[in-house]
C-alpha cells in the first residue's frame, strides 16, 4: 500500500543540501513501502545526484538554488533535482570503469546513480542547468517488501 | 562527528579502524586522507584500512580511498582494505574498484598477506 | 553508539518545509541510534515547530526563510527552528486543556512538542522572530535502543 | 496522495474509512473536513471516523477532528472514532481531546452505542 508525500523544495547550494535530498528521499521511500535496500540505494542515488547539483552544478554559488522533489506517480517513486548550473552533456562523461581512469579521484556519480536505480534521465533544464530524475519502480508486493 | 579514526599496529601493519560514513563535505573524507598522508609521512609501508564500521561510502569518500591508495604506492607503500559492509562492497564491484584494491575479511589474513 | 551528522538548512515558507524538517529529524535521529518511538516522537514535534514557523511565524512569506537545524551533541540530539517573523510570548498562549479551549480547532501545538521531547525551549531569536529548540536525551542504551 | 477517504453505511450508521496522514496542507485535512460537511448536508447524523489506517495526525489534523465534532454537534448529529493507533491515542491523551470524542476499538459496538 504505502502513502507517500510529494515534496518540494528550493535549497541552498551547501553540502547540508546533499544531506537533506538523502534524508527527505529515503523517509518518503519507507514511508510509500519500499523495503530497506530500495531505500539506501534510493539514498545513495540521490546523493550523487544533488552532489552533482551542488558542487558542478551551482558551484555553491549563493545565488544559487537546488530544486528538489520527490513524489509517487503511478506507484513509482520520482525524484527530481535540478540546478541552476552551466549545464553539460553526459555523453562526454568519461567511462569510470576503464582501465585509464580507474584511478582517478572522481567520475563515479553518475554510473553509481544508474546503478542504484531502475531509471535516471539527465536533460538540460530550462532556462539553464540540470536536471536529473531518478525512478523507483513500485515496492516490491507487501510480502516481499517487509 | 560523521567518521572517526583510530590507528593501532600489528605485527608491522597500521591498521585504521574507520567508523561512520565517508562522505562528500564534513571534514570526513579529509579526516581519512590526512590519517593516510600522516601514516606515509612517519614511513609506514603497510597499511590496512578497516571499513568494518563504515555504514556508508559515496563516490566523493571512494575518491578518498583511490587517493589514498594512489599516494600510498606513488611512495612503495601499500593501502588494502579490511571488512567491507555488503553496501559498500556493491559500490566496490559498481565501480570496478574491486580490480584495484585488495579486500580482506579476516584481520590474520589481511596482516599476512602484507609479508 | 550512533554516529550522526550535523545539518542546517535555510527554508522556504512552505508547507513542504515542515515535511523536510520531520523527514531529516527523523532520518539523523534513526542514524544516531534512536527507537522508533522516540525518532517519531521527535518527528511530530519537528513538525509542531517548522509548522508554527511556517505559518505563525513568517505567515508563509516569500521573503522570509525557515532556519532549521539538527546536530547531537554531548550525546543529546538538538533541532533548532528559527523563523523571521514578529515573535510572539509563549505565556500568553491559552491551555488548550482548559474545557472552554478543548473545542478549539488549534492551539495545542506547543503542548504537544513539549509532551513529545525532552526539553522545549521557545525563544526570541536576534535580530527578530522566533526560535523553537527541541531536544532528545539520549538514545537508550543499545539493549534498550534496539 | 496523503489521506484516502472512504464512505459506507452499516444500519445507519455512517463509516468513514481514513487511511494515511492528516496533517497541515496538502489537502489532506481539507478531504476530511469537505467529507464530513458533505455527510452532514445529505442528512447523515451519525458519523463514525474510522481511523485505524491512520499512521499519524498533527495538532492541524487533530483541529480537523475537533471542527468535525463541533460542526456535527451543532447540527444535532454525532461524530465518535474507531479504533485509534497508539501515536493517535497518544495524542488523543496529551491534549486531553479523549474527554472529548468518544472512542471504540471495535465496529460492531461503536455502531451499537449510536443507537
Ligand atoms: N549537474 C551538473 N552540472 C554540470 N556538470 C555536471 C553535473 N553533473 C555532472 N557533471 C559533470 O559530469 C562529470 C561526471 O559526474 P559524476 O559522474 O557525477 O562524477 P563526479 O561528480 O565525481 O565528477 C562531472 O565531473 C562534471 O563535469
Ligand atoms: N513561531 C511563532 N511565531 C509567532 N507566533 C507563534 C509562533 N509559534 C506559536 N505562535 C503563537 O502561539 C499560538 C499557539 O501555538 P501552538 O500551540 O503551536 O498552536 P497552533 O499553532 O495550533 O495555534 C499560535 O496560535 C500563535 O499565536
Redesign the interface.
Known sequence: ?G??????????S???????A???A???AREGGYGEEQV?RLG?AV??AA?NAV?HGNAYSAEKSVHFSVE?NDGRLVVKVRDEGEGFDPGEVAD??SVEN?????G??L??MR??VDEVDVRNASPSGTEVVLVLHGPATEEEGQ | MSLSVDTREVDGVVIVDLGGRITLGDESSGKLRKAVRDLLAQGNKKILLNLGEVSYIDSSGLGELVSSFSTASSQGASVKLLNLQKKVQDLLQITKLYTVFEVSTNEADAILSFS
Open positions: 500500500m502513502e507517500c508525500r510529494r515534496l518540494e523544495l528550493r535549497l541552498d551547501v553540502i547540508s543540501t546533499v544531506d537533506a538523502e534524508l527527505c529515503k523517509g518518503l539506501d545513495m546523493r550523487e552532489a558542487t509517487m569510470p570503469t580507474l584511478l582517478k579521484a572522481s563515479r556519480g554510473l553509481m546503478a542504484l
